[in-house]
């Protein structure tokens, strides 16, 4: 009896070094993935709470317009002469660049 508890006692290692792989996989994976897109969120956000009326931007579905109005949870673009949409915050990817026409 005394050979077997010491035979299941040198059989099952670490708990630790079982789940060290998996442990080790999800720290990369943190550090891959989930770091740099929380970086990018964050800017993103910083980005949409500081626009204001005459800022040219892009949305998510590519349409270019300027910044026409400020609400609490939308914009009102301009993207053509007595043309305005209303649009999400969070429909705002991005600042138009210098080079990037508008195609008026």
């Known amino acids: 009896m005394e050979n077997l508890?010491?035979?299941l006692e040198t059989a099952s290692p670490n708990a630790l070094l079982q789940f060290?792989?998996?442990l080790i996989v999800v720290v990369i994976f943190y550090l891959l993935i989930f770091m740099p897109m929380k970086k990018r969120q964050k800017k993103v956000e910083a980005m949409i709470s500081a626009l204001k009326n005459g800022d040219k931007v892009i949305t998510g579905s590519g349409i270019y317009g300027v910044i026409a109005g400020v609400k609490d949870k939308t914009?009102?673009?301009k993207i053509a002469d007595q043309?305005?949409?209303e649009v999400a915050k969070n429909a705002i990817t991005?600042?138009?660049g210098?080079?990037?026409t508008t195609g008026n």
């Open 5 to 7: 508890i010491l035979l």
């Open 20 to 22: 060290a792989p998996l």
């Open 75 to 77: 914009f009102i673009l």
């Open 83 to 85: 043309v305005k949409i």
């Open 94 to 96: 991005g600042l138009q």
């Open 98 to 100: 210098p080079d990037e």
